[in-house]
């Protein structure tokens, strides 16, 4: 791990940029565009090279010495199936260097403001705040589903090679009926849009209609992500149900 003392003045380095809105008066005309379009929009060139860096050094030492090894069937997303490991929220928020202070920090909730065109903060639940995935084994997927919460920021740590899976696929503009999900019906009827993305590599997700799973690995390969979410401010309030928690514990 690294000393707690060069993490800290880490930090304080980076404090400038994620105190700040560094996007205030850009055009976002065209990722709005696509991002309503799409349910997706791929934000790499967004994110400065420091702040991936240390999203990246942080989720590798959590995922070595916090993870947990899932492998069971959701019901709730038309029993889709979530084999990996993960590491969950409350090891990130308890043990995490810098994770917690750049998912709650202006520089991220603004970026996504400016593309969502609204107010976003960070999920009322906490436990949805922050996940950490890996699939690292053949047929290691997180099977379809939707999110509880509007928007979701992967941040992909460690991507596998095209030919060995964890293809990123959706189907936006499809509505999450918890007691009826009717996924296959979903498929039959929609195209499926697929995302292929390289380690260092940060997109938006429009979680809660975008219908999306990471396609099974077909080799003994690593893929490492992030996952971090938001609420709309004016939904601070209503009434969120999760049914997925058995994957948060």
Known sequence: MMDESVSKKRLEVANETLNSDPFAGRDFFWEQHRFERDGYLKITDFIQDEVKDMISDDVKYLLKNFSKRRDFIIESTGNTPRYLSNVPQQSIESHGRYVPEIYKSRYLMSLIGHIVKEEVIPTPWKWDNYIINCQHKCGDTHGWHWGDYPYTIIW??????????????????????????????????????????????????KADTTLHRVKPLSENVTRVILNTTWERARDLNRLVEHETFIFRD
């Open 156 to 205: 992909v740590v460690e991507a596998p090679p095209l030919e060995a899976g964890g293809l990123l696929e959706c189907v936006p503009h499809t509505n999450w009926d918890k007691k009826n999900p009717r996924v296959e019906n979903l498929l039959l009827e929609n195209t499926i849009d697929t995302y292929f993305h390289s380690t260092g590599d940060v997109y938006l997700l």
